[in-house]
Nanobody, 118 residues
Framework: QVQLVESGGGLVQPGGSLRLSCAAS????????MGWYRQAPGKERELVAT???????NYADSVKGRFTISRDNAKNTVYLQMDTLKREDTAVYYC????????????WGQGTQVTVSS
């Protein structure tokens, strides 16, 4: 069992920055990849960024150069630093954790709202 608690969302002006955090509790040692996904009104959920336990990262093309994902394995926490935010970044952001033992299972946070508006 893994529980994910997200924080850091809010309202920010275009060009501003936010840092999202997601802390995992429970069977944190079994987590492999962690990531962030987002869903805007009227759109499908999309991948934002992922990071493996060893630190390998993947980013959506729309956020490359602006967002940075990182993790602290000792704290079972993943972060998303979001810079140069645009209005199109407005969405509910969800934390994801993948567990591969005894089989693959995806855990999800409750979501945190990010609104970019002037």
């Amino acid at each position: 069992q893994v529980q994910l608690v997200e924080s850091g969302g809010g309202l920010v002006q275009p060009g501003g920055s936010l840092r999202l955090s997601c802390a995992a509790s429970g069977s944190g040692s079994s987590i492999s990849t962690m990531g962030w996904y987002r869903q805007a009104p009227g759109k499908e959920r999309e991948l934002v960024a992922t990071i493996s336990r060893s630190g390998g990262t993947n980013y959506a093309d729309s956020v490359k150069g602006r967002f940075t994902i990182s993790r602290d394995n000792a704290k079972n926490t993943v972060y998303l630093q979001m810079d140069t935010l645009k209005r199109e970044d407005t969405a509910v952001y969800y934390c994801n954790a993948v567990v591969i033992m005894p089989w693959r299972y995806d855990y999800w946070g409750q979501g945190t709202q990010v609104t970019v508006s002037s």
